[in-house]
């Protein structure tokens, strides 16, 4: 998984500055699963926490 090859805008390194939520090896349709969180007015500890229990 890259995570500090590049440094320009819009590269990983950027991206995880700028607060991405890493999905890791999950596919798109897990991660979207995941994503609900989000609506639920869940913390961003609590989904950030949920994207790691499940890499």
């Known amino acids: 998984m890259l995570?500090?090859?590049?440094?320009f805008k819009g590269s990983e390194s950027d991206l995880l500055a700028r607060g991405l939520i890493n999905g890791?090896?999950?596919d798109s349709y897990?991660?979207?699963?995941?994503?609900t969180c989000l609506r639920t007015g869940a913390d961003l500890t609590?989904?950030?926490?949920?994207?790691e229990v499940r890499r």
């Open 46 to 51: 609590v989904i950030t926490d949920a994207f």
């Open 24 to 26: 890791g090896t999950l």
């Open 3 to 7: 995570s500090g090859t590049y440094a």
């Open 30 to 35: 897990k991660a979207r699963l995941l994503l």
